[in-house]
Structures are given as structure tokens and as C-alpha cells.
């Protein structure tokens, strides 16, 4: 009859250097997902202009300009008419405050890396308005949050083979004037 020799007890690691390891581990983790890239929040606050692309008019400082970016305008008493000077690519817009906001200039990109884009409106008696170019790098819900209130898109509108839908939710009526003609770029 064949016999597995036990390992000498000398040979096996000590459980501290177990925990050791683990431990390690947990850190090289924990830096490794802290340095990975963020899709925050960025907040308008329009403070300092009326310019998109001015770092000094969000909240944190800085330009949201990436794909998954959340914008939302929730200024109160903020440059509600602002300037796009190029091209932004952000995922989702979300419009907070009961003020009429009017985006214009450059164009908007909306993409998100899974998942579809999201414009979010819908304060009572409010009118949202993109005059500026918007091109959809994803699919794109628009949403409302309240009825009687309008989103107007008035500028060229370049869907690029991806689809448009709309959502209520709550019950009443919204207004969602669309541009002529929306292209399929």
C-alpha cells in the first residue's frame, strides 16, 4: 500500500503570512478601483457665465466632457442661456429646476458605455430647449418627471441609426415638439 508523506510542519506557511497576503491584497484592490476613471455628477451653476466650457460654471470645477457624465442644471438664479463652444459628449441631462433653460451653440453628444443616454425633465410650466446640434452616440430615453412641460429640440438632431423613446412618469400632458427634419445620419 502506497502512502502520501505528510509535509513536515516546517514546510507549510505560517497564517500570518496568510493574512499577510490577504491584506495586501485587499490594498492593491482598493487602489486599483480608486484610480479607476469616475462618471460624476457635474451640477451648472452658471456662476461665473454663461459658457459650457468655463470649469469656474460647474459644480465640482471642471468640464463634464466624457461619455456617462450626469449633468444637471439646478441653479437657482443661474445663467439659465448657455453656450456650447464645441463638441460635448456626456451620457445623461437631468433639468431639476422649475426655470426655463436654453442650451444652444457646438453640438451635444450624448453616449453612454452600456446602457442608453438620458435627457430627464419635467418641472411644471417649464420650457427646456437644446438649439444646439445633438447627435446620439447610444439610444436615448427622454424622460418627464411632471406634466405640462416642454422640451424643445430646434436645432439638426443626427439620431446616427440609434432610437428615441420617451417616457412619462407621471400622468398629464407634455409637450415634446420634434425637430424637422430628424436625420439618421
Request: net charge negative.
Amino acid at each position: 500500500m502506497n502512502s502520501i508523506p505528510a509535509t513536515p510542519a516546517a514546510a507549510q506557511p505560517p497564517i500570518r503570512n496568510l493574512a499577510g497576503a490577504i491584506r495586501r491584497l485587499v490594498l492593491v484592490l482598493a487602489i486599483l478601483l480608486s484610480a479607476s476613471p469616475s462618471h460624476g455628477q457635474s451640477v451648472w451653476t452658471g456662476t461665473v457665465d454663461a459658457t459650457w466650457n468655463n470649469p469656474g460654471n460647474w459644480n465640482p470645477a471642471g468640464v463634464p466632457s466624457s461619455a456617462d457624465a450626469v449633468v444637471t442644471f439646478d441653479a437657482t438664479g443661474a445663467n439659465t442661456s448657455l453656450t456650447l463652444g464645441g463638441v460635448e459628449s456626456v451620457g445623461h441631462v437631468s433639468y431639476d429646476r422649475n426655470q426655463n433653460y436654453l442650451l444652444g451653440g457646438g453640438t451635444l453628444s450624448l453616449a453612454t458605455s452600456s446602457g442608453n443616454s438620458t435627457i430627464l425633465f419635467g418641472n411644471t410650466s417649464t420650457t427646456y430647449t437644446l438649439a444646439s446640434n445633438l447627435s446620439l452616440a447610444s439610444d436615448l430615453n427622454l424622460q418627464t418627471t411632471s406634466g405640462n412641460s416642454t422640451l424643445v429640440l430646434s436645432g439638426p438632431f443626427a439620431t446616427n441609426d440609434h432610437n428615441l423613446f420617451l417616457t412619462a412618469r407621471e400622468p398629464g400632458p407634455c409637450n415634446f415638439p420634434l425637430p424637422s427634419p430628424a436625420t439618421a445620419a
